[in-house]
């Protein structure tokens, strides 16, 4: 009886038949068939323009449901068009604002910082996590678990999205947006409500000039990287497709393992391990 293997299947069995080493996470990414992905919902993506270029933001309304129902409808009203980036910190975040004249007052949003983890299927990582009982992945977002309260929140690492605030829980509208750009500040995890992630453009935030100001926030307006408009994806004639690996498939557990014990050549000591923000869950322009 024959048996016919798709293409990835048959590129990803080349890999493994014709090299010594294991197959690493770009062999991997690059072989993973059609099953392995996932297309993000329209209605969670966000594309914000600046003169730089776009950026493109997934929010994950599992974790802060409150939380990203206010963004979308600050988004659907135009509440971002003219607002600006106002903070690049080296190392740690970049952060953008509607205009002051946009803020309208608004019922306290709760404090979305964690959320029960029943009913969400956690894949974890190989390893300990240095700020959790156990780290992982949930619908393709870096997440950490508390197992006795049962309770799970995102992850603060790289490309990450969060709500900006004052010293009280309830103080973020989401009108204040920020981004991690640099080393995972997991010190923020479970103090301020996580929304979403970077999944296109990150580079229009990340190369931005650092602010000279304390905290990082650029001291002139003229500093300032315009945001000139914000529409959700699903509002689009032609949204963008953008599609996320399943961090339930088969390849994704042979991508964190070869993220986890990288056997190419270069290694002279493979780490053995890895946490959830080195893994960076593959994205891609849809096909």
Request: glycine share 8%.
């Amino acid at each position: 009886m024959k048996h016919a293997l798709n293409r990835p299947a048959l590129l990803l069995a080349v890999l493994l038949l014709t090299s010594a080493a294991a197959p690493t996470p770009s062999d991997i990414e690059s072989a993973a068939p059609p099953a392995a992905w996932a297309a993000i919902a329209p209605d969670d993506l966000v594309v914000f323009d600046t003169p730089r270029g776009p950026f493109i933001m997934q929010l994950a309304p599992q974790f802060a449901p409150a939380h990203v129902a206010a963004i979308k409808a600050m988004v659907r009203r135009g509440a971002f068009s003219g607002g600006a980036v106002v903070r690049v910190q080296d190392n740690y975040v970049v952060q953008w604002a509607i205009p002051e004249t946009k803020v309208v007052p608004a019922t306290p949003l709760p404090p979305e910082f964690e959320r029960p983890l029943a009913g969400l299927t956690f894949t974890p990582i190989p390893g300990p996590d240095a700020y959790a009982d156990a780290g992982g992945f949930i619908d393709g977002f870096p997440v950490a678990v508390d197992k006795s309260a049962k309770t799970v929140w995102l992850q603060h690492c790289y490309g990450m999205v969060g709500v900006g605030r004052g010293n009280a829980p309830d103080s973020g509208d989401g009108g204040e947006l920020y981004a991690v750009i640099g080393h995972a500040p997991r010190h923020l995890d479970r103090n301020m409500a996580g929304v979403g992630r970077i999944v296109a453009g990150i580079e229009n935030l990340s190369a931005l000039p650092r602010g000279t100001e304390a905290l990082g926030f650029y001291k002139t307006d003229r500093e300032r990287l315009p945001i000139t408009g914000a529409r959700m994806a699903s509002d689009l004639p032609a949204p963008p497709r953008i599609e996320v690996m399943l961090t339930t498939s088969p390849s994704f557990a042979d991508y964190m393992k070869a993220r986890a014990n990288r056997s190419d050549a270069f290694f002279m000591r493979p780490a053995g391990a890895v946490d959830a923000c080195n893994v960076r869950v593959p994205v891609r322009a849809g096909k």
